[in-house]
């Protein structure tokens, strides 16, 4: 929370279901938020003027900078800010800011980068959320960005002590699993709970961090049929073993690709949702790593730096 | 084709999603077939024996044993069959079979097994054409049925020489494609094209069979999204990349699994469509192994010995 109450920026996460708009003091304290289901999904026929309309309501008359992050800067979004190639250093980032034709946002772009197999990949919004980070926390870091696709990025600092993206890497795991469950044979046996069965998770999350080979997987995932159908797990705790096995997968997959970018093993920072966040504690946890949840508004704090990086804003403290 | 045209036997081969039955004379050669979209999910409120009348049409009037293989069987079908654990003689799989309340249908039973983790697995249907095959060629033999759920099965004589079902492995290749395709991101950027790109194809299969990990699959689809995202891939050819990846992480897991299982792996026999026997094929060269189609009507075949086996026919040359 800031310590004065005069609005320095207004800063927006908007992604592919969602938008979230911060009030943001000028010593870069959150002061206040508001949400809206105004993802670009959801935007019809590029109205995206009255869409930020929406979602700011009163705020609009305040006559400061706005900064956004999020698929809004994608070619389906608002007008599309450049993907910069990996590695990049947090404080070229703000190289990337595009404005919108009429003036209304100024949007930050994405970073791109080549693969182990020298395919793209690309992240869009999850690097402010690390500038945010890296604002708060020294040294290298890995972090893990759990959701529809999940992200693990590297940062080193440099020979200056400078932070710096050297590498990441998506893994679609939140859609596999929404896919699966909504879409294929698996499915058809789950039945709803409210809380989540630790036990059928740890069960699919050890089968999944312990698959010998990559097509592994297509194998392992249809035991989330076959135990139900042998009695040999509860159909209401089934999805919880399949999402354990996609997040022990995953997990699996991404600490050999950490290690193969030197970073340290010993533990990582989460930014997601709190339901999926916890998820992957326990999972890190039982591949003997630790897990720090970073604050809510990261993506806030990180759009405060590229704004001040930008010049669009002078912090006062 | 057969040397008579007496009926024996009409041989069904009853799936999910169709049906077909053969007319089968008494020394075991396929006479005649005949298929309907009548399988099992598109029969409502069980009106199996409607069904069945409807596919046979006027082989109804012929007073010969008919005997079904496939998920008529299953829980969801008309009658359950038991699964017979693994390993299993081929030559004791007639035990499976049951009858309909009304003494319409003989039904083979399917084979379940333990996978390496100690969880089941299940095939209904294939064992049939395995042991249709197995009528025509000797010696241990790796068998790979692709489709909604691909199947590897190592069949290897016993010490009598008599061939045994050892161990089987499920890989939901096909419908995992078909969910990613239809419902995922990766579908969205992908257009029709009436032949198989075959470079695409490849180069997803060379990237799906050298993963390092198993959760790395997770990533590696997105190259589905990213490489044409960047120009790097026609829209037109991303599905065939998205399958070549998929058969391929496929085929390099169930080298490994056919490995431990002490299975030759020179060589495999494929039992399925076409279109997919060919896909296969093109993935199994690549790894090295030749491979070999079975006859279309091989699950009449395996009808024809099961029902030699149970007595329900004898045979006349």
Chains 1, 2 share one sequence.
Not at 226 to 251: H, K, N, Q, W
Not at 271 to 285: F, K, M, Q
């Amino acid at each position: 929370v800031s310590g004065n109450s005069i609005t320095a920026l207004l800063a927006l996460d908007w992604g592919t279901t969602s938008a979230r708009a911060y009030r943001v003091a000028s010593d870069g304290g959150v002061l206040d938020e508001r949400s809206a289901a105004l993802g670009i999904q959801h935007v019809r026929d590029g109205a995206f003027v009255q869409a930020l309309a929406s979602l700011l309501g009163d705020w609009r008359e305040l006559t400061v900078p706005r900064l956004a992050c999020g698929m809004i800067g994608s070619r389906q979004g608002w007008i599309e800010a450049p993907y910069c190639p990996c590695p990049v250093a947090l404080a070229n980032l703000a190289r990337t800011i595009v404005q919108t034709p009429g003036g209304e946002l100024h949007i930050v772009g994405g970073i791109s980068c080549r693969d182990d197999a020298d395919v793209p990949d690309v992240i869009r919004g999850e690097e402010t959320q690390i500038v945010g980070l890296a604002a708060m926390a020294d040294g290298s870091l890995l972090v893990i960005q759990p959701g529809t696709h999940s992200k693990w990025t590297v940062v080193v600092p440099d020979r200056n002590g400078a932070p710096e993206i050297v590498a990441f890497s998506t893994y679609m795991t939140g859609e596999m699993f929404a896919v699966l469950r909504e879409h294929s044979i698996l499915g058809r046996m789950m039945t709803e709970r409210s809380t989540l069965d630790t036990a059928a998770f740890l069960r699919g999350a050890r089968r999944g961090s312990a698959l010998s080979a990559p097509g592994e997987l297509l194998h392992a995932i249809f035991g989330a049929r076959t135990l139900p159908l042998f009695d040999e797990l509860d159909p209401s705790s089934t999805a919880d073993y399949l999402s354990g096995m996609l997040i022990g997968a995953e997990v699996a997959a991404g600490r050999q690709w950490a290690a193969r970018h030197r970073a340290a093993l010993d533990g990582a920072w989460l930014a997601g949702t709190s339901v999926l966040c916890e998820r992957y504690r326990i999972v890190l946890e039982l591949c003997g790593m630790s897990a720090r949840v970073v604050p809510s508004d990261v993506a806030a704090r990180g759009l405060w730096q590229l704004a001040l990086q930008a010049g669009l804003v002078t912090r006062s403290l």
